[in-house]
């Protein structure tokens, strides 16, 4: 006796009930703990601070050996009529914002949040992006194979991809100067070359005692909330502000880790031996059983081509 369709149904939401909660079982074990990253390094960005000059923007492109226009250049103000984003060689910008009450211009610098648990290291198939053990989110262009799925995974929407060179093509972002600083010998680029000393360097645990300590003493100038403090699990840049981030480019991201959902699921499927090929085979039975059924004029069409034949 054949399955009905409906029975397929139910014996398929048995099959994948059971998987989703062998996953969830297996989160602890899949996901695996995560270290203690308050002796990370990372960055403060104290947005009441920045008075837009773009210094940043040049010293990065320059720490990346991009051979920037001279710093001058930077002085132009007119890129600040759009919202810019990061991209391929440029992996920091300034953007100007209007306050609501009218008292006078917002800037914010947008580059890469490093976070504690990254979901382009996660969604990365060949290991391209590693979160090194002194904080940097860091990328190997020799083991990128270009699948480019890190820029789909990034909740901030971070990652670009140089086109224009086909031949050698690379995704692109902040490293945080890893390769500058790797005996916290020196500071970042951005963070060296700013006259305004709105970026603080340090350890994560550090930055976070002194993002709260100047929010507790100045209730009256910062909102009492520090972007990247629990953002995507946590990041090691981190914001504060005096007006609310939303209104100032920030997207509004969960706190929960993208690849504490993603890598349970995936490892749970794995580990309780349900290999993609069984839901192809699952997948393929559904569209069999859902195929729409030829209606009375087709089969009465088929049936006279058949005699006149």
């Known amino acids: 006796m054949g399955l009905s369709r409906r029975g397929f149904f139910h014996t398929l939401g048995v099959v994948g009930g059971g998987t989703l909660a062998s996953a969830t079982c297996a989160r602890a074990s899949s996901a695996g703990p995560q270290r203690d990253h308050s002796n990370d390094m990372g960055v403060l960005v104290d947005v009441t601070k920045c008075i837009g000059c773009r210094r940043c923007e040049y010293a990065c492109q320059e720490a990346a050996g ?165 953002e995507a699990g946590g990041t090691s840049w981190m914001w504060i502000s005096n007006v609310p981030f939303e209104e100032i480019g920030f997207h509004k991201v969960d706190s929960k880790a993208p690849p504490r959902r993603t890598e349970a699921i995936q490892h749970g499927v794995f580990k309780n031996f349900l290999p993609p090929l069984m839901w192809y085979g699952l997948l393929g039975a559904a569209m069999w059983l859902t195929r729409p059924e030829k209606n009375d004029e087709s089969k009465e069409g088929d049936q006279h081509a058949e005699v006149q034949s």
């Open 66 to 230: 991009f051979d920037p226009p001279d710093i001058e250049s930077f002085e132009d103000k007119s890129v600040f009529d759009e919202q810019r984003r990061p991209v391929a060689r440029s992996h920091t910008v300034i953007n100007r914002y209007s306050r609501p009450d009218g008292s006078g211009p917002v800037y914010n610098k947008f580059n890469c949040l490093h976070c504690l648990d990254p979901a382009c290291a996660s969604a990365c198939l060949v290991s391209a992006f590693t979160k090194n053990d002194t904080g940097p989110v860091v990328y190997d262009p020799s083991r990128c194979m270009g699948c480019r799925y890190c820029m789909v995974a990034c909740p901030f929407e971070i990652p670009t991809y140089d086109y224009d060179y086909p031949l050698t093509p690379q995704v692109r972002k902040c490293n945080l100067c890893a390769h500058r600083v790797p005996s916290e010998q020196e500071l970042p680029a951005c963070v060296k070359i700013c006259p305004a000393e709105v970026m603080t360097y340090g350890r994560r645990g550090d930055l976070l005692e002194l993002a709260h300590e100047r929010i507790a003493n100045n209730p009256d100038v910062y909102i009492d909330h520090i972007y990247g403090e629990h």
